[in-house]
């Protein structure tokens, strides 16, 4: 039975850090490409970065060089650190995996149900 589970979210005021972990279990995690999606209320869901099972990382335009994800194998663990959050970021995060094949900001497989992140001004 695949899980994803999130944690680290929370409330953060404008300029400052989180980080965002997702314990996996029930499927090959380090095969997967790994991702973490955002929704705010009212919006659609935006995919934020994926890291592929070789390392490749990407990103949305709205959090380079903000964002850096990241995955411990071993651990079956992926992370989210960001920095200089700001109102704009606040939303559900939500940890996802996916083939290999699929490792682009557009759906997944499988979720989690999310942390809430908040930030305020």
Known sequence: QVQLVESGG????????????????????SLYCMK????????????????ANDGNTNYADSVKGR???????????????MNSL????TAMYYCAADAYS???????????????VTVSS
């Open 102 to 116: 699929r490792c682009t900001l557009i759906g997944a497989n499988y979720w989690g149900q999310g942390t809430q």
């Open 36 to 51: 973490w999606f955002r929704q705010a209320p009212g919006k659609e869901r935006e995919g934020v970065a994926t890291i």
């Open 10 to 29: 929370g409330p953060v005021q404008a300029g400052g850090s989180l980080r965002l972990s997702c314990a996996a279990s029930g499927f090959a995690y």
């Open 67 to 81: 964002f850096t994800i990241s995955r411990d194998n071993d651990k079956k663990t992926l992370y989210l650190q």
């Open 86 to 89: 700001k109102p704009d970021d």
